[in-house]
């Protein structure tokens, strides 16, 4: 079975950084793009980044460029998230997702883990 | 950015015909992905590729997608469907993915 657990959310005041992990396990990590989903609280679900399954493509929403850096580490099975200079609007639950292929659906989603931005 | 409108809420009755649209510039030259999304929970993905269904999914849920607007078709409401609905696309031109803004499905 194919499982995601995130980690490493939490309370951080703006302007701080924050390093998010996902540990994958039931599958074969290094065959699968990987992406971060974010959920404010209340609200409707945005994608953030994404990673090719060897590192070679990274792409960010528009939000978050320049500021959040996503990682992975094959040999861990981990996919990371490295957040800085975080502000308020980045409040929200980040779920680590799983890309069936290239252009297809996230047909795998972790349980997320919430970070919150506030002085 | 590439925006996608979805209706805010549907309701339906048991029994009935749900339909959920999501709507795109020339949405049909992209493929759409759907998800079901209950309360504190992570979201499950129901259609994708416009009308392919997980073997979990109930043959109850359907997708179409064709100009300006993709529909998911929910036939034979049950109160379990009830539940927050996204549609998605990866937009190849940006290198970005994209959701709609979601649906709250009610069941009567």
């Known amino acids: 079975e194919e499982n995601l657990v995130e980690s490493g959310g939490g309370l951080v005041q703006p302007g701080r950084s924050l390093r998010l992990s996902c540990a994958a396990s039931g599958f074969i990590f290094d065959n699968y793009g990987m992406h971060w989903v974010r959920q404010a609280p209340g609200k409707g679900l945005e994608w953030v980044s994404s990673?090719?399954?060897?590192?070679?493509?990274?792409n960010y929403a528009d939000s978050v460029k320049g500021r959040f850096t996503i990682s992975r580490d094959n040999a861990k099975n981990s996919l990371y998230l490295q957040m800085n200079s975080l502000r308020v609007e980045d409040t929200a639950l980040y779920y680590c997702?799983?890309?069936?292929?290239?252009?297809?659906?996230?047909?795998?989603w972790g349980r997320g883990t919430l970070v919150t931005v506030s002085s | 950015s590439y925006v996608l409108t979805q209706p805010p809420s549907v309701s339906v009755a048991p029994g009935e015909t749900a339909r959920i649209t999501c709507g795109g510039n020339?949405?049909?030259?992209?493929?759409v992905h759907w998800y079901q999304q209950k309360p504190v929970q992570a979201p499950v993905l129901v259609i994708y590729y416009d009308n392919d269904r997980p073997s979990v999914i109930p043959e109850r849920f359907s997708g179409s997608n064709s100009g300006n607007t993709a529909t998911l078709t929910i036939s034979r409401v049950e109160a379990g469907d009830e539940a927050d609905y996204y549609c998605q696309v990866w937009d190849r031109s940006l290198d970005q993915a994209f959701f709609g803004g979601g649906t709250k499905l009610t069941v009567l």
């Open positions: 997702v799983k890309l069936r292929n290239v252009g297809g659906p996230f047909d795998s």
């Open positions: 020339n949405i049909g030259s992209k493929s």
């Open positions: 990673i090719s399954w060897n590192s070679d493509d990274l």
